[in-house]
């Protein structure tokens, strides 16, 4: 495998808190043109696992393969992610089965079982060096209500030949009065994973263009024809693997957008668990252990909640809180947080778009799974283009009607969005001031009768901005933590002077002078 000269630039992400993968870790060069061409099999729309894995798959089939990212390969999820890899879940196998039946379930765990097995097998195909290290997975409870959730855990994964059984030692702090063990899982480093699938992606002749939003893709004497700006890319299929379909489409209703929150802590003594450990509060923690340039980190994660509707900051001070009171922490090295979909009926959505011309396939809610299920997506969009079966096609059709099972779920989080479209409009006073906003924040404010997003930069500079979201008009909040705009409605992510950070929409914030 060739060697790639990387750029002195940290590799950035979609939000302003480091995340520990981007420790010593560096941009690979930017390609700024088309290599004289503007035709490909595949255009790839987004650079996390999703899209790179497929990137690479549809590449070694001999297709000529476009991926195009809007800042580049990394930057979003993928960059923000905690990294465990598992045969186990958000949505519990016995869920699933309830959900889908007693085949949906087995064919859920039998994908969850292949993405893991496809990032196993890329690493040592590639031979990617990305701290991969196989862990043993321990899911306990802390009360009678845990314990009997506990048991439906277990008997679902009974029922679909996933391996688990009791263990009477979890390898933490907290008591506990049941618990699970989970053989054979793996952690690993995800953006050094991202960018060994770059580098073969590109050695079998793949393209990547950086720093290019795709706005619209319609169909074309030459298959589709993809814009952005005044750029033109023909492809005969595309493929949106960015996080969620872009502009206004079923998935706003049909999947939420949630933060996620994780710290990395150093710890007093050296007790740092060998294992991936999860309890099962609502919402649930997580703990496992990673060296980070050459220093031993216990990562922990949880308090999430949906987009744009809680405060950030308290959610990280209440997480860096719960680990105190469990662990003698010496200093918290890393606080950040990232972006996941939760789909209303708890299976992703991966195959044909159905408001798209044929040929325009995406793949979305992933739930808090995205390595497995971003790692099977792209599998089955590769065997979709490549004409192959795939027997998770119409389990995973984002075509498919199940208007009993997410029904709650769908009513739930949609009336949210209603809520949140009108409330947000009538909340705000006009004492609100834009000198009383200090340096380095953002609000939105009501000044002279008109709604404006500021933001008060370092140098004491005032950015005045709609706080009008251009995807579907809810107003934006202020992410103090991530210093961004954040979307309550659909999860769109904005920087401070309103620049696209993450889709659904593909437009920038409009300025107010």
């Not at 598992?86 to 993405?115: H, M, R």
Request: charged share 25%.
């Amino acid at each position: 495998m060739k060697t790639r000269t990387i750029t002195e630039k940290t590799v950035s992400r979609d939000g302003a808190k480091e995340s520990p993968w981007q420790t010593g870790l560096f941009d690979q060069p930017v390609n700024g043109s088309l290599y004289g061409t503007d035709r490909y099999d595949v255009l790839v729309v987004g650079g996390g696992i999703t899209g790179m894995t497929s990137a690479v798959l549809l590449q070694n089939t001999g297709k000529t393969v476009l991926l195009v990212d809007a800042h580049r390969p990394g930057f979003g999820t993928t960059g923000g992610t905690s990294a465990h890899i598992n045969t186990f879940a958000d949505t519990t196998y016995k869920e699933a089965e309830s959900a889908f039946g007693k085949k949906g379930a087995i064919l859920f765990a039998e994908a969850i079982k292949e993405g893991f097995k496809l990032i196993k097998t890329n690493i040592e195909q590639y031979k990617i060096d990305c701290d991969y290290e196989a862990k043993q997975g321990y899911l306990y409870a802390e009360n009678a209500d845990q314990v009997k959730q506990l048991e439906n855990v277990y008997n679902g994964a009974v029922a679909v030949g996933v391996p688990v059984k009791y263990t009477e030692e979890v390898p933490t702090p907290i008591k506990y009065q049941k618990a699970l063990l989970f053989d054979s899982q793996a952690q690993f480093h995800p953006l050094k994973y991202l960018q060994g699938l770059r580098t073969a992606f590109e050695n079998a002749g793949g393209k990547v263009l950086e720093n290019t939003i795709i706005v619209e893709v319609s169909k074309s004497d030459y298959g589709h024809t993809a814009k952005a700006g005044e750029l033109k890319i023909n492809a005969e299929s595309v493929i949106y693997a960015t996080h969620i379909p872009p502009n206004l489409t079923s998935f706003n209703f049909r999947c939420a957008p949630y933060r996620s929150y994780v710290i990395a802590v150093k710890l007093k003594v050296k007790h740092y668990p060998e294992a991936l450990v999860y309890d099962m509060e609502e919402p649930y923690h997580y703990f496992r252990t990673h060296v980070i340039d050459g220093q031993e980190l216990l990562l922990v994660g949880g308090n999430d909640h949906k987009t744009g509707h809680e405060d950030p900051e308290k959610a990280f001070a209440s997480l860096e809180k719960y680990v105190r009171k469990h662990y003698n922490v010496s200093s918290v090295k890393y606080r950040w947080s990232s972006q996941y979909y939760i789909p209303v009926d708890g299976f992703p959505y991966i195959g044909q778009m159905p408001e798209a011309s044929t040929g325009i396939y995406c793949a979305t809610g992933y739930n808090g799974n995205g390595m497995m299920l971003g790692s099977v997506a792209a599998k089955i969009l590769s065997d979709l283009i490549t004409k192959k079966k795939s027997v998770y096609e119409k389990v995973f059709s984002p075509s498919r009607v199940k208007p009993l099972d997410g029904f709650a779920e769908f009513v739930k989080e949609n009336a949210d969005v209603a809520y949140h479209f009108v409330a947000d409009r009538l909340s705000l006073k006009e004492t609100d001031s834009l000198k009383r906003i200090p340096k380095g924040t953002g609000k939105v404010v009501e000044f002279d009768g008109k709604k404006i997003a500021a933001y008060h930069d370092e140098s004491g500079e005032l950015h005045t901005l709609s706080p009008v979201c251009t995807h579907a008009a809810c107003i934006v909040n202020w992410n103090a933590a991530e210093k961004t705009w954040d979307c309550p409605c659909h999860g769109a992510r904005f920087d401070p002077n309103g620049k696209v950070l993450t889709g659904p929409a593909t437009k920038d914030l409009l300025p107010i002078n």
